[in-house]
């Protein structure tokens, strides 16, 4: 079955890098996009960043724009968040998630906190 | 594009009928998810493309709507069901959320 197991959360401080990691199983990785999404706190969903199938597109939210990229390993199975200029508003789990259809399967999230 | 969810809020019986809309700044023509997220727990994949259901769904929840008025229906409300509820648009870059709307007991 589909798994995705993300890690390397954890506390940063502000203006800070972080680099977060999804493992996948379970499915032929290299034939699926994949994206991160990221929830606060108590509050809402944010869609973070996507990436294609072959890595030939990579699309971001304007909130992170120019400071996050997302990255992935077919060789590995793994998929990749680098995160820089981290700010206090990018406290959230950080959710990796398969495409087609859409968000289709979700790891159970990794939490950054970025704080002083 | 802005997705917005109403109401905020919906205090339901079991058994009841459920409505909750999702309504978009433009049109993203039938290119709308629905999700189900329970406290602690990865948002889960009900509805795409508007009105397909997601493998594993059960009949109770239904997808309607095009352009820019989305609704999702559960037909009958059960105990498990109780949750927040996300709609996506995932007509062009970026995609994004709907604030949700939490289904609680009444």
């Known amino acids: 079955q589909v798994q995705l197991v993300e890690s390397g959360g954890g506390v940063v401080q502000p203006g800070g890098s972080l680099r977060l990691s999804c493992a996948a199983s379970g499915f032929t990785f290299s034939s699926y996009g994949m994206h991160w999404v990221r929830q606060a706190p108590g509050k809402g969903l944010e869609w973070v960043a996507f990436?294609?199938?072959?890595?030939?597109?990579?699309y971001y939210a304007d909130s992170v724009k120019g400071r996050f990229t997302i990255s992935r390993d077919d060789s590995k199975n793994t998929l990749d968040l680098q995160m820089n200029s981290l700010r206090p508003d990018d406290t959230a789990v950080y959710f990796c998630a398969r495409d087609n259809p859409v968000c289709a399967h979700w790891g159970q999230g990794t939490l950054v906190t970025v704080s002083s | 594009t802005v997705m917005t969810q109403s109401p905020a809020t919906l205090s339901v019986s079991p058994g009841e009928r459920v409505t909750l809309s999702c309504r978009a700044s433009q049109s993203v023509r039938n290119n709308l998810a629905w999700y189900q997220q329970k406290p602690g727990q990865a948002p889960r994949l009900l509805i795409y493309e508007a009105s397909a259901r997601a493998t594993g769904i059960p009949d109770r929840f239904s997808g309607s709507g095009s352009g820019t008025e989305f609704t999702l229906t559960i037909s009958s409300l059960q105990s498990e069901d109780f949750a927040v509820y996300f709609c996506q648009h995932n007509e062009g870059w970026p995609w994004s959320f709907g604030q949700g709307t939490k289904v609680e007991i009444k």
């Open positions: 990436i294609r199938n072959d890595g030939s597109d990579k």
